[in-house]
T-cell receptor
Framework: GAVVSQHPSWVICKSGTSVKIECRSLDFQATTMFWYRQFPKQSLMLMATSNEGSKATYEQGVEKDKFLINHASLTLSTLTVTSAHPEDSSFYIC??????????FGPGTRLTVT | AQSVTQPDIHITVSEGASLELRCNYSYGATPYLFWYVQSPGQGLQLLLKYFSGDTLVQGIKGFEAEFKRSQSSFNLRKPSVHWSDAAEYFCAVGPYSGGGADGLTFGKGTHLIIQP
C-alpha cells in the first residue's frame, strides 16, 4: 500500500532555533499534502495545505511566517518551524491523498522545544 | 463549520467482548466520514470510510460502522475485540469534493483499553 514517511521522527531543539520536518510519499506522487498538529490527548488539527508549484494555504489562526511550508517536488513537502518556542512543542503529522478520497498519513514527528 | 464529537475519551473492554465507539458530526452538506486508528509510532491507519450508498460499511480488522443521517452519527463497531485492538481511534469528516483533496476535521479520539 501507499506509504508516507516523515523525518525526523523526533527532534529536540533550543528556543529560538528553526527546525525542518520532511514528509515524503514513497511510492506515489502527491501534488497536495496536508500538515496537522496534534497536542497530547487532543485531536489532529489541520494546519495547512501544501501545494506543489504554488503557495501553501493556511488554516485560520496558523502563522504562515512561523510555519513555512515548501512543496519541493511531487513526493516531498517540508514544514519549517521558525524561531521555535516551547509552545510549538507538539506532534506534527503529514498526509498525502491518493485515489478516491483516501489519505495516507505519516508516522508523525515529535518536536520538543527547550 | 464542520465538527466531530467523540463523547468517550476512554473505553475499557474485555477481550472477546463487543465494542462500539461513538461519533457524531456536524456538517452542512453531504460528508465523507472516516474512522482511523492510531498506534504508538505508527501513522494513522484507515479502518473504513463512508461516501454514499449502503449505510453499513465494512472495514479492515473486522470493524464496521453505520451511518445514520437522522442522528448525525457514524458509530464504529466490532463484535469481538482482540488485545491488539488497543489504540487510539479517531472519527473524521471531510467535505464532499468529488474525490478531490481536502483536509479532514477530526474528533478528539477515543482511547481503547483491552482488559485480559
Amino acid at each position: 500500500g501507499a506509504v508516507v514517511s516523515q523525518h525526523p521522527s523526533w527532534v529536540i531543539c533550543k528556543s529560538g532555533t528553526s527546525v525542518k520536518i520532511e514528509c515524503r510519499s514513497l511510492d506515489f506522487q502527491a501534488t497536495t499534502m496536508f500538515w496537522y498538529r496534534q497536542f497530547p490527548k487532543q485531536s489532529l488539527m489541520l494546519m495547512a495545505t501544501s501545494n506543489e508549484g504554488s503557495k501553501a494555504t493556511y488554516e485560520q489562526g496558523v502563522e504562515k511566517d512561523k510555519f513555512l511550508i515548501n512543496h519541493a517536488s511531487l513526493t516531498l513537502s517540508t514544514l519549517t518551524v521558525t524561531s521555535a518556542h516551547p509552545e510549538d512543542s507538539s506532534f506534527y503529522i503529514c498526509s498525502a491523498p491518493r485515489g478516491i478520497y483516501e489519505q495516507y498519513f505519516g508516522p508523525g514527528t515529535r518536536l520538543t522545544v527547550t | 463549520a464542520q465538527s466531530v464529537t467523540q463523547p468517550d475519551i476512554h473505553i475499557t473492554v474485555s477481550e472477546g467482548a463487543s465494542l462500539e465507539l461513538r461519533c457524531n458530526y456536524s456538517y452542512g452538506a453531504t460528508p465523507y466520514l472516516f474512522w482511523y486508528v492510531q498506534s504508538p509510532g505508527q501513522g494513522l491507519q484507515l479502518l473504513l470510510k463512508y461516501f454514499s450508498g449502503d449505510t453499513l460499511v465494512q472495514g479492515i480488522k473486522g470493524f464496521e460502522a453505520e451511518f445514520k443521517r437522522s442522528q448525525s452519527s457514524f458509530n464504529l463497531r466490532k463484535p469481538s475485540v482482540h488485545w491488539s485492538d488497543a489504540a487510539e481511534y479517531f472519527c473524521a469528516v471531510g467535505p464532499y469534493s468529488g474525490g478531490g483533496a481536502d483536509g479532514l476535521t477530526f474528533g478528539k479520539g477515543t482511547h481503547l483499553i483491552i482488559q485480559p
